[in-house]
Antibody, heavy 114, light 108 residues
Framework: QVQLQESGPGLVKPSETLSLTCTVS????????WSWIRRPPGKGLEWIGH???????NYAPSLKSRVTISLDSSKNQFSLRLSSVTAADTAVYYC????????WGQGTTVTVSS | SYVLTQPPSVSVAPGKTARITCGGD??????VHWFQQKPGQAPVVVIY???DRPSGIPARFSGSNSGGTATLTITRVDAGDEADYFC???????????FGGGTKLTVL
């Protein structure tokens, strides 16, 4: 069955760019929407944005100026870049498949601190 | 932008029925998905497209969406159902996904 796995640095300095990759195994990335979601400590789930198999993207309005999500079909991966991070971006970051989010990665903790 | 409203907490005795609501403007015109998240684990979809149940999810979990409110119903609740529950929709007016604030289900 399809599995997702997030990867990337667990610690990012303030003002720098957070970069994460989600690797899709057991299925092709060439269909569906592919999302990034996060959960800050003590708060609820927050949708960051998604990329469709065509490469088109949609982003959360509150993050749109800082977010880029891209797709690499040759590697069956999609990626998140979040620029100018602050402590408020500290969270567990998840990747998920499709609008119904029927498959999730296990999540990766990212801490923003100097 | 679109807002989904959930009660922060719901408490229920073991063996009883829990109902978690999700309110939003004209929510009946949207497809609602429900997620269960236990501490230290990734979310799991328990109901999608208002009332469909993914394979592996017990029949005790059901969903409805009418009258301005979407509802997740869990019958014969047990301690293993304690978790945070989130509703979610695709707001096609603004082309983005929206989550409700989440409901903490406590089994007494």
């Amino acid at each position: 069955q399809v599995q997702l796995q997030e990867s990337g640095p667990g610690l990012v300095k303030p003002s720098e760019t957070l970069s994460l990759t989600c690797t899709v195994s057991g299925g092709s990335i060439s269909s569906y929407y592919w999302s990034w979601i996060r959960r800050p400590p003590g708060k609820g789930l927050e949708w960051i944005g998604h990329v469709y198999n065509s490469g088109s993207t949609n982003y959360a309005p509150s993050l749109k100026s800082r977010v880029t999500i891209s797709l690499d079909s040759s590697k069956n991966q999609f990626s998140l870049r979040l620029s100018s991070v602050t402590a408020a971006d500290t969270a567990v970051y998840y990747c998920a498949r499709d609008l119904s989010m029927d498959v999730w990665g296990q999540g990766t903790t990212v801490t923003v601190s100097s | 932008s679109y807002v989904l409203t959930q009660p922060p907490s719901v408490s229920v005795a073991p063996g009883k029925t829990a109902r978690i609501t999700c309110g939003g403007d004209n929510i009946g015109s949207k497809s609602v998905h429900w997620f269960q998240q236990k501490p230290g684990q990734a979310p799991v979809v328990v109901i999608y497209y208002d009332s469909d149940r993914p394979s592996g999810i017990p029949a005790r979990f059901s969903g409805s969406n009418s009258g301005g409110t979407a509802t997740l119903t869990i019958t014969r609740v047990d301690a293993g159902d304690e978790a945070d529950y989130f509703c979610q929709v695709w707001d096609n007016g603004y082309d983005h996904v929206v989550f409700g604030g989440g409901t903490k289900l406590t089994v007494l």
